[in-house]
């Protein structure tokens, strides 16, 4: 299941910023899913970036990508799971060019 989440993840951030991520690392465990990316930036972003107002730019705008991903897929992961989504947090890196979000869920999932 954790290749068919990276598959899924992947095709969702093409379709949506038309760039996919670099590298995607999604790990079942427990009663988790994280997900992991890596190379998110556009090249236009990775100028900005280099800046320290420019990072807290970035940063947010990338916060509203994430949040609008959790928004369209908490339920896919729900229904795919058969659990419910207890907590999340995500977390933006735009200087590491990098992002987690960690979902805790309401049962375990792994035996």
């Known amino acids: 299941m954790q290749h068919e989440f990276k598959i899924y993840m992947e095709k969702y951030f093409k379709q949506k910023l038309g760039k996919g991520v670099d590298r ?3 790990t079942i465990w427990e009663d988790m899913l ?9 090249e236009p972003e990775k ?3 280099a800046t320290e107002s420019g990072k807290d730019v970035v940063n947010a ?3 509203q990508v994430a ?15 058969d659990a419910r989504v207890a907590h999340q947090v995500y ?7 990098f992002w987690i979000h ?6 375990v999932l792994t035996l």
Not at 34 to 42: D, P, S, V
Not at 91 to 97: G, M, N, P, T
Not at 102 to 107: C, E, G, L
């Open 61 to 63: 705008a990338r916060m």
């Open 34 to 42: 994280i997900i992991r990316g890596e190379g998110f930036l556009t």
């Open 67 to 81: 949040k609008q991903h959790s928004i369209d897929n908490l339920a896919y992961f729900e229904e795919r799971l």
């Open 91 to 97: 977390q933006i890196e735009a200087e590491k060019d």
């Open 102 to 107: 960690v979902i805790v869920f309401d049962r």
């Open 47 to 49: 100028f900005i970036v």
């Open 24 to 26: 995607t690392k999604i």
